[in-house]
């Protein structure tokens, strides 16, 4: 008799054993990688390629410059989700890369993730090839409300999100502090004076070149849009515009252009700037020690500062500033990296699903991309510890506040050729500001014609 009342608790105790499996088998299968096929979406992008190099690695903190910090932001997401994502990236050199994009769509197989320029964006709303994205961001718990107002702009069309911010990058100032020192123009911090004012920049370029013999400024010109960038730059802080609010005329032949075009021309005219640099002379001239300033970009800060660390350039000690106010209002040049999901002829759900999952992860780690020099576009990771305690970050953040763009209008790029040869033509060809400035208003209104038609 003992032994027969022994069985029901031993079948109870079987039971709940049974039970407790049960439970954590369902727990394991619902927080690890699917192990049935994996979901596997195309990323497209630019920044280089470093699959080689990063091949495995899933430690952000080991990744450097661009290509390093997207390759190893796409390895950690295929190594932690738990949805069964694969990202298989593909990777197009930047100068090619819109007309490869174009060519992907002409054959019915576009990437199902792409990053683009917040300039070209419009383009591709316009022909209806990008998804809208605010519903499914929102469902995915991006808060756009932590997004500063350009970075919301910059993937607002008409009052539909088309794209996910994830940086701004802009011009700055870099600046050899050792010439400046040397020139007499830190404060007692070691930390550049910076002009804010024509008269004082051109003051500043004089007492550079009178105790050093060096160039002031070194701006890639020739073809290059740094030119552009600046003037549009000096125009915005005159409170005038580059084109109208509507995007449908160009305002270029104006006072406050002539004024901006002058003063470059000015630049270069009286020796504080080198008409003749393209953008590798400019630099090399910056990290030779050859001139104070470079007018340059955000991707390039990490960079810089690690030569200047090394002692293997002339550059010692580096600095870099957000682009000094020469005029009433504070405004800078700037355009911006987002991802879109292009539309696909025959949408796959899981796809959709599994390229929103990733855009929520690059949401999350943009304080990594911040890595590169470029600025973050969500205000908390702008306040954040981490971010401000990036090298020389203190110095440029307020740039993320003060960016300005065109309108969102398309051929932005078609009209930044305009203006570069339209300005070049007056240093090269000795047109006068005013004659360069009404041939690009004629050209860029042409080109806005055109596309309201």
Request: overall charge neutral.
């Amino acid at each position: 008799m003992r032994r027969a009342a022994r069985l029901p608790a031993a079948l109870a105790f079987a039971l709940v054993l049974l039970v407790a499996c049960v439970v954590v088998l369902d727990r394991r299968a619902r927080t690890r990688p699917a192990s049935g096929p994996r979901t596997e979406i195309t990323l497209l992008r630019m920044f280089g390629s470093c699959s080689d190099e990063y091949t495995g690695v899933t430690d952000l903190s080991r990744a450097v410059g661009e290509c390093g910090v997207i390759q190893v932001l796409t390895n950690a997401f295929n190594a932690e989700n738990d949805q069964g994502i694969s990202v298989r990236t593909q990777t197009i050199e930047w100068s090619a890369y819109y007309d490869r994009l174009s060519a992907m769509y002409a054959a019915g197989n576009p990437p199902d993730v792409a990053v683009m320029h917040r300039s070209v964006l419009p383009d591709f709303v316009a022909r209806d090839l990008v998804l809208p994205l605010a519903r499914d961001l929102e469902d995915a718990g991006v808060d756009f409300g932590d997004y500063v107002d350009p970075a919301r702009q910059a993937v607002t069309i008409r009052g539909e999100v088309y794209a996910l911010p994830f940086d701004f990058h802009a011009l700055l100032w870099h600046v050899n502090l050792d010439l400046m020192a040397k020139a007499g123009l830190v404060d007692a911090r070691g930390a550049a004076r910076l002009p804010s004012s024509p008269e004082e920049l051109f003051a500043h370029a004089a007492q550079m070149k009178r105790r050093t013999g060096k160039h002031y400024l070194a701006i890639p010109s020739q073809t290059d849009p740094m030119p552009t960038w600046t003037l549009e730059t000096w125009i915005w802080q005159q409170g005038g515009d580059v084109l109208s609010p509507d995007g449908r005329s160009a305002r270029l032949s104006t006072p406050q252009a002539i004024t901006a075009l002058s003063l470059l021309n000015a630049l270069y005219r009286e020796g504080h700037a080198d008409r003749g640099l393209d953008y590798a002379r400019a630099e090399q001239a910056f990290l030779s020690g050859e001139a104070a300033v470079l007018i340059n970009g955000t991707w390039v800060v990490e960079r810089y500062d690690a030569q200047a660390n090394s002692g293997a350039a002339a550059l010692r000690h580096y600095g870099v500033y957000t682009v000094p106010t020469l005029f009433s209002r504070r405004a800078a040049w700037a355009d911006s990296h987002i991802w879109v999901l292009p539309r696909h002829g025959h949408p796959d759900p899981r796809k959709h699903r599994a390229a929103v999952a990733f855009l929520r992860y690059l949401h999350d780690h943009g304080l990594n991309w911040a890595k590169t020099g470029h600025l973050p576009v969500r205000s908390s990771v702008l306040a954040s510890e981490a971010f401000q305690a990036l090298p020389h970050r203190a110095d440029y953040e307020g740039t993320a506040r003060i960016a300005r763009a065109l309108p969102p209008i398309q051929n932005q790029r078609a009209i930044q050729d305009v203006i570069v040869e339209e300005i070049n033509a007056t240093w090269h060809l000795g047109r006068t500001p005013a004659e360069g400035l009404e041939e690009a208003q004629s050209r860029v209104d042409e080109i806005l014609k055109r596309a309201a038609r």
